[in-house]
Structures are given as structure tokens and as C-alpha cells.
């Protein structure tokens, strides 16, 4: 029996990177809702596919693919703070109820694609092209992928430990009523942070908008990785969303080069009840962490 060479190697560890960046990029937004705000974002899957519809659209329109990108990220914002506005805060402290809104809002937008944009599955070709190591061929793009989930964790991290928001924001967190009292305004704190998160899924959603099918349904396909991403992950949005990422996509990817691509799905979704049942407050909580 061959030994795994040099190539073989090279290949696995892309492969582990990439994944971890995907599982980054799909759930950072949610993390930044869930851990700043307390609110489970339902819908979160159908911000990832608004990003990446808008994304298809505006570069079939002529404008740049990256400047396409970032409008979709800066358009998928807008809403969510529109969204919290309108709906959201009237629900801030009760758990089961903005579950349920944005439950019901997920089969509304995806409809609202249906109508916008067709039932036909949309894509953009994937650019960059590609290059060799040894036996195996990589696409350019995936470097782009795990670049950009490193450049997000990083102007997260930045946003919320270095900058005035940031300051506020955790303040509210942490007690809102005392954050009220010394002058925040916390409706606009918490309105800030849903558009940070929605616009996460908004660049999430554009990013992988070269390399997946875009359709009305496909949030349905990352939700539920990125809600045990999170949930593993714990309160912590930046340490707690990295370990979860690196640990399950590690995982899933050597699983599914072992085997297919199912069986990474399952051993990430059965890894993580599992370490549930010994980490219930996820990994950065474990820890102590809270950012």
C-alpha cells in the first residue's frame, strides 16, 4: 500500500482550510446576532442567499465582481437594520418569540427570491482560475475564500474590542438597563448590530456566490451548519466562532476525504452534540471568553 505523499498532504490541509473558512464565512453573522444581541436568527440562511443573488445580478449588470460583493454586503445590512427596526426590538427578551418571527420570515423572503428572481438556479463563473500542486489542482478562488474569512474575523474582532461601538455595544450586551442609564442609546446599539450580522451573511452569501448554486432555497443548506457552528461556538463571537469552525471543519473535511461528503456533514453535525453534552455553554464559554 502507497504511503500518503508530500501532494497528498498539501491537498488534505487546503481541503481543512477551506472548510474552516466556509464555516467562518456562513456563520459570523449569526454569531455577532446571537452573541451581542441574544436574538436566534431564523432567517439567517436567506440573508446568505439575498447576498448572493444580489451579487449575481449586479455582475451580470457590468458592475466588478468584488465591488458587486460589497454593495450586496451594504444592501443586505440596510435591511436587517430595516428589519429590526420594524420587527425585532419589539421582541428583544423573548427568546421563543423572535424565533418564530424570523422563522415565519425565512419562507417570505424566500418567496420574494421566487418572484425577484425565478426558481432557476443562477451562478457566476468562478474566477482566477487555477493551479497545480503536484497531482492535484486547486482553484485560485479558495485562497480568496480563506482570506476573506481571516480578514472578516479580524474587522469583527477590531470592531467590537477596538472602537467606540464596539465599547457600547458590549456594554448593552452585558446590562442594557445600566448601558441606558449613563447615555447609550441601546435601540440604536442593538439596530447597529443586526445590520453588522445581516451584512456578515449579505458578504457571506456574495462570497460563495462563484462557487455555489444560487437559488431562492439555499439557505436551507447552510442554516444548519451555521447554527451548530454557533452554538458550539458558544458567547464568544470571534474566539467562539473560530474554535467551533476549526474544530468542525477539520473534522468534516478529513471525514468526507475518508469517505464522502455526507458522512463529514454527519460526523460535524454528531461531533458537535456530543461536545454539547460536555461543553453546554460552547467552547468560549467554557473558557470564559466573551468576544
Not at 10 to 36: E, W
Not at 190 to 214: I, T
Not at 253 to 267: C, I, N, W
Amino acid at each position: 500500500m502507497s504511503g500518503v505523499g508530500p501532494d497528498d498532504l498539501v491537498n488534505l490541509l487546503f481541503g481543512v482550510g477551506y472548510s474552516i473558512a466556509f464555516l467562518t464565512i456562513i456563520s459570523l453573522g449569526l454569531a455577532v446576532v446571537f452573541g451581542m444581541m441574544g436574538v436566534t436568527n431564523m432567517a439567517h440562511g436567506e440573508f446568505l442567499m439575498i447576498g448572493a443573488f444580489l451579487t449575481v445580478s449586479l455582475t451580470r449588470a457590468g458592475v466588478p465582481l468584488g465591488v458587486s460583493m460589497a454593495i450586496a454586503g451594504l444592501i443586505v445590512a440596510a435591511f436587517g437594520a430595516l428589519l429590526e427596526h420594524i420587527l425585532i426590538r419589539r421582541l428583544y427578551g423573548r427568546l421563543e418569540a423572535t424565533m418564530l418571527a424570523t422563522f415565519g420570515l425565512s419562507p417570505i423572503l424566500v418567496q420574494a427570491a421566487v418572484l425577484i428572481w425565478g426558481t432557476t438556479s443562477e451562478g457566476i463563473p468562478t474566477p482566477l482560475g487555477s493551479f497545480r500542486v503536484g497531482e492535484y489542482s486547486f482553484a485560485t478562488y479558495s485562497l480568496v475564500i480563506m482570506a476573506a474569512a481571516v480578514v472578516l474575523v479580524v474587522a469583527v474582532y477590531l470592531l467590537y474590542a477596538r472602537s467606540r461601538f464596539g465599547v457600547m455595544a458590549r456594554a448593552v450586551a452585558m446590562n442594557p438597563e445600566m448601558a441606558s442609564a449613563i447615555g447609550i442609546n441601546s435601540a440604536r446599539i442593538n439596530m447597529g448590530n443586526f445590520a453588522v450580522g445581516a451584512g456578515l451573511a449579505g458578504v457571506g452569501g456574495a462570497l460563495l456566490a462563484p462557487v455555489v448554486a444560487v437559488a431562492p432555497s439555499m439557505g436551507a443548506s447552510y442554516i444548519a451548519q451555521a447554527f451548530v457552528t454557533v452554538v458550539l461556538g458558544g458567547p464568544g463571537v470571534v474566539s467562539g466562532t473560530a474554535a467551533a469552525s476549526g474544530l468542525l471543519g477539520s473534522v468534516q473535511r478529513v471525514v468526507s476525504d475518508a469517505s464522502t461528503a455526507f458522512y463529514g456533514t454527519a460526523a460535524l453535525l454528531v461531533l458537535a452534540i456530543v461536545l454539547m453534552r460536555f461543553l453546554p455553554t460552547g467552547i468560549s464559554g467554557r473558557v470564559g471568553r466573551q468576544l
